[in-house]
């Protein structure tokens, strides 16, 4: 499957400013926009970590409180069309793949009832370097297997 994500250019210039404020530690939070249709995802927004994540050289635990509410207030104040798409983290000095936690982790999003999301995206940013790369999860029928795909990234 190709799946194609549009991503506004002040979301991931944020992303790359975080990620290397918090450099040589990890930083992360989430990201929203809308389903365009079924293949294609606009992210329109990005929320960073919160004041109360941590931040380690090799894992990140955001503050998913702050999350919860910031992620309500952008659903409202877009007249409901702004939603939860997925989350994003740095690997830092690294490389933008998807760490067998991080398949663990978008796993438990998609399996997350309340969030309705069965296909999270994953984005990973590799500061310093300006690298990343967006996932998205899937699962294969008829054997249900999982599988993550490497969208392809639309700047506007
Ligand atoms: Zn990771």
Not at 123 to 146: M, Q, T
Request: some cysteine.
């Amino acid at each position: 499957m190709r799946y194609k994500i549009w991503i506004k250019r002040t979301v991931i210039d944020f992303v790359y400013e975080n990620g290397n404020r918090w450099l040589p530690k990890e930083t992360g939070g989430v990201i929203l926009g809308y389903r365009a249709n079924s293949l294609s995802m606009v992210i329109t927004d990005v929320i960073g970590p919160g004041s109360k994540a941590v931040h380690g050289h090799y894992n990140f635990h955001p503050d998913q409180v702050f999350h919860k509410k910031e992620i309500a207030r952008k659903y409202e104040e877009s007249g409901q069309r702004i939603t939860y798409l997925g989350d994003w983290h740095t690997h830092p000095n690294s490389y933008p793949y998807l760490s067998n936690q991080d398949k663990a982790t978008v796993r438990k999003i998609a399996a997350y009832k309340e969030a309705r999301l069965p296909n999270p995206i994953m984005l990973i940013a590799a500061p310093p370097k300006k690298e990343f790369k967006a996932w998205v999860y899937g699962v294969c029928r008829p054997n249900k297997s999982a599988i993550y795909y490497k969208a392809e990234v639309i700047f506007y």
